[in-house]
């Protein structure tokens, strides 16, 4: 098949969606490619996810029931598949209040044009600065993500990853040291080629970054969000002085910073460094997949969910992931190593995509980059901070507690959306945790 029937074929299918809703013509051509014996006869649509789950999108499981007539024959073969259809919330007032469509258009600017161009980019690396490696191709390439079968603005249909045994943390629980040290392994991959690409085609780097709209924390949506960073404010502060009121010096320091806690998050997203990459933007648990082998290990990780992706520095997805996801007690014992892990996956990485020489020109050597990244870290981790204040009370929370994404409603947003997740004692723990080991570590 031609580039031009592939792209007429893409179109085709593109222009056939009046809706984000599916219908057989759709998924028929959406497998006809790789599948062209497939007839679809019917599928099944349930809810693809909990409450607490996802906020800015419908997750939808589809169950697809067909058959295959395989050469051409006679004889009707069974054939059965599941997928995941995101999509839009149906109702008005969320999608309004998450800024669901320009959060959805970050997503499918990801898969159609980021990713293809990564998958590109280092297939051709490996063919040339990393042949005859020994290194296995899950070492060399960044491909920790779900199949994605079609992403438009208003729909995206993705590979079921339960199918292939992947399961997702307890977002209660948060990640152990073992699924915490294989999201950095990933995370530094994902990022490597961003390093490394820009490197190589800097004005097209430009071009990848400038398609993408920051989700969040952008100057526009300062009023916009403002009455929600005060709650989420108010809620932090309330926290630290309930578990230790005596430390008076700390919360003064908390106050300050929080005083203008936007501001500083928007500052924070905006700057510049030798370490700006494209960064996942929302890796957390729930966007986090693992599957194990036999034995319990981890054999494989898988990330989701692209949604809030941005330019910035690669300590911004390293602190959002740290401080909302793991223990303080364990991050006391176990932060050096953490960073550790992920810079020495980050030079490999590195060093597969650029070669030696590309590598030290580029960034001097390994113990140059690690020093860049314990310098960003440091200025960023009070980013991890300002997610906590957002992530900890949905993570904490009971699924019962968690804001249901899939209530109906038509009214009109005219405010940010009010999560309204009551607080709880391990909130409150991990919250004062946090905050004392920034203060205590000269980060706030």
Avoid at 52 to 72: C, E, M, Q, S, V
Avoid at 165 to 190: H, I, K, N, Y
Avoid at 333 to 342: A, D, F, I, N, V
Wanted: proline share 4%.
């Amino acid at each position: 098949m031609g580039v031009n029937d592939s792209e007429a074929r893409k179109d085709s299918i593109t222009s056939s969606l009046c809706s984000s809703h599916l219908d057989l013509e759709l998924l028929q051509r959406m497998f006809v490619k790789n599948e062209p014996d497939v007839t679809i006869d019917s599928y099944e649509e349930a809810q693809g996810s909990g409450r607490g789950d996802n906020y800015t999108a419908a997750l939808f499981r589809i169950a697809l029931k067909g058959h295959t007539l395989p050469d051409g024959g006679t004889k009707k073969l069974k054939w059965e598949k599941s997928i995941i259809c995101k999509r839009l919330p149906d109702c008005k007032i969320k999608r309004e209040a998450f800024k669901s469509e320009a959060l959805f258009r970050n997503e499918v600017v990801f898969y159609n044009t980021i990713m293809p161009e990564y998958v590109a980019f280092q297939r051709r690396q490996v063919e040339t600065v990393g042949a005859g490696t020994d290194v296995p191709a899950s070492e060399r390439l960044f491909q920790a993500i779900p199949h994605c079968y079609l992403a438009r603005d208003d729909l995206i249909v993705l590979e079921d990853l339960r199918v292939r045994s992947f399961t997702m943390p307890d977002r209660q629980a948060g990640l152990g040291p073992q699924q915490l040290e294989a999201v950095l392994a990933e995370l530094a991959r994902f990022h490597a080629v961003s390093l490394a690409y820009q490197r190589r085609h800097p004005a097209e780097f430009r071009q990848l970054t400038g398609a993408l709209e920051e989700g969040i924390f952008s100057q526009a949506n300062e009023e916009w969000y403002r009455r929600y960073y005060d709650v989420l404010t108010r809620n932090a502060i309330q926290m630290v002085r309930q578990t230790v009121p005596e430390k008076r010096d700390h919360l003064a320091k908390l106050e300050r910073f929080l005083g203008n806690c936007f501001g500083h998050l928007v500052e924070l997203v905006n700057r510049t460094s030798e370490l700006s990459v494209i960064c996942h933007g929302d890796c957390w648990t729930n966007n986090i997949l693992f599957r194990y082998d036999e034995a319990g290990a981890i054999a494989e990780t898988c990330l989701v969910d692209f949604q809030l992706i941005r330019h910035g520095s690669l300590a911004l997805d390293l602190a959002y992931l740290i401080y909302c996801c793991t223990d303080g007690a364990l991050r006391k014992k176990s932060l050096q190593h953490w960073l550790q892990t992920y810079h020495q996956q980050l030079v490999r990485s590195l060093r597969l995509l650029l070669g030696d020489g590309g590598f030290a020109e580029a960034f001097g050597s390994d113990q140059r980059l690690w020093e860049q990244i314990g310098d960003e870290f440091r200025v960023c981790a009070r980013f991890g901070l300002g997610a906590a204040m957002d992530m900890l009370p949905i993570s904490t929370c009971s699924s019962e507690e968690a804001p249901d994404l899939y209530a109906s409603g038509t009214e009109t947003a005219a405010t940010p959306p009010e999560l309204n997740v009551p607080p709880n004692e391990l909130c409150r723990q991990k919250m004062t945790m946090l905050v004392l080991e920034l203060i205590d570590g000269g980060m706030l």
